[in-house]
């Protein structure tokens, strides 16, 4: 399939994997999406991790062997530990070849997903942005994660599936 066909079949899919009611019953696709904005005014770069929140709240039960439920606002703070834990082990940024550290700003659910919000200061430019994504890998072994990076107004995408998890962007 072509570079053309395959992004164009992400964008079709995505929007129906995410939205529909059939979805949380039982979504065919383990697919999880990282949207990356660089905000030249702040000089940072602004991330959204977006999950099922079935499938999250299942790996975290199984990782940190405890009941989780990202529902639940009287275990926000229980969640939001559990949830950084698990993204600072599977997610990695390298901007410029260097590594980046993010600060974890939270989490919130959005109809069946759970969106987990990050941000990479210190950012002015760049021009090659590195993800290593292992999200849900150590649950699914047909699990795809896909990378949208915004810069200048101009967005690029990639998609990795198991085992592989290094995707890059050049702008």
Do not use: W
């Not at 940190?64 to 834990?85: G, H, P, Q, R, V």
């Amino acid at each position: 399939m072509s570079p053309i066909s395959s992004k164009l079949l992400l964008f079709l899919i995505i929007p129906f994997v995410f939205l529909s009611k059939e979805a949380n019953k039982r979504h065919p696709f383990h697919v999880s999406t990282t949207e990356i904005t660089h905000n030249a005014k702040n000089k940072s770069l602004e991330i959204t991790c977006r999950i099922f929140t079935d499938d999250f709240e299942n790996v975290l039960s199984k990782q940190f062997k405890t009941k989780t439920d990202l529902y639940a606002k009287n275990k926000e703070k229980e969640m939001n530990a559990l949830i950084e834990s698990y993204i600072e082990t599977n997610l990695k940024f390298t901007v410029d070849g260097k590594a980046a550290k993010y600060n974890y700003l939270g989490f919130e659910n959005d109809h069946e997903a759970t969106n987990v919000y990050l941000e990479i200061g210190n950012v002015p430019v760049f021009k090659t942005l590195t993800v290593y994504n292992g999200v849900l890998y150590d649950l699914f072994d047909d699990q795809m994660n896909i990378l949208h990076v915004e810069k200048s107004g101009k967005r690029k995408s990639t998609k990795t599936s198991f085992p592989e998890k290094k995707m890059s962007v050049a702008f």
